[in-house]
T-cell receptor, first 113, second 112 residues
Framework: DTAVSQTPKYLVTQMGNDKSIKCEQN?????MYWYKQDSKKFLKIMFS???????INETVPNRFSPKSPDKAHLNLHINSLELGDSAVYFC????????????FGQGTRLTVV | AQTVTQSQPEMSVQEAETVTLSCTYD???????LFWYKQPPSRQMILVIR??????QNATENRFSVNFQKAAKSFSLKISDSQLGDAAMYFC?????????FGQGTELSVKP
């Protein structure tokens, strides 16, 4: 069983569209994250949720909206996609928001054309 | 704010040799962990090794070991007996409550 799974793995879409990326973890972790990895491979945190509550919301356009229906799921919805949104998006989870290591999903490569 | 710096964008090592990847960080916190993650071409982020800041002993995991210098805020990764499968992007990461901050990464290639 995959510990942190994201769907889809690849997403190609046109500018202006709205899309969602789903994430589920079966580790029983309390904290989940979304990271963006740009073309230079730099990983930057976007959001962090602890038990369905938003903890971290970095400087991210409000076109990006995370939704956590329960603590095992953290979905990312993106409105009005732009070319600059093209990147790999990673979901991750950790036992808590303290010192525990993060487990990552396999990433979703989003390409906006 | 905490920062993590990896000053080597690319490194290369001969198979079976040893290579050291550098990482420095800046923080005013006293409690934190440090990690090295590996990202092979498959994109999957894999934890290689962790170091608790309160421990003086350097962490070791098989062929991977760290040199943790707390006062110097340095956290390097040594890979011994390098294998072709070690070729990947390596990220140093700083962890404290509410934060997991990554360095820019070092791309390691392994020559047969």
């Amino acid at each position: 069983d995959t510990a942190v799974s994201q769907t889809p793995k690849y997403l190609v879409t046109q500018m202006g569209n709205d899309k969602s990326i789903k994430c589920e973890q079966n580790l029983g972790h309390d904290t989940m994250y979304w990271y963006k990895q740009d073309s230079k491979k730099f990983l930057k945190i976007m959001f962090s949720y602890n038990n369905k509550e938003l903890i971290i919301n970095e400087t991210v356009p409000n076109r990006f909206s995370p939704k956590s229906p329960d603590k095992a799921h953290l979905n990312l919805h993106i409105n009005s996609l732009e070319l600059g949104d093209s990147a790999v998006y990673f979901c991750a989870s950790s036992q808590d928001g303290g010192f525990a290591e993060a487990f990552f999903g396999q990433g979703t490569r989003l390409t906006v054309v | 704010a905490q920062t993590v710096t990896q000053s080597q964008p690319e490194m290369s090592v001969q198979e079976a040799e040893t290579v050291t990847l550098s990482c420095t960080y800046d923080t005013s916190e006293s409690d934190y962990y440090l990690f090295w993650y590996k990202q092979p071409p498959s994109r999957q982020m894999i934890l290689v090794i962790r170091q608790e800041a309160y421990k003086q002993q350097n962490a070791t995991e098989n062929r991977f070991s760290v040199n943790f210098q707390k006062a110097a805020k340095s956290f390097s990764l040594k890979i011994s007996d390098s294998q072709l499968g070690d070729a990947a992007m390596y990220f140093c990461a700083y962890r404290s409550p509410g934060k997991l901050i990554f360095g820019q990464g070092t791309e390691l290639s392994v020559k047969p």
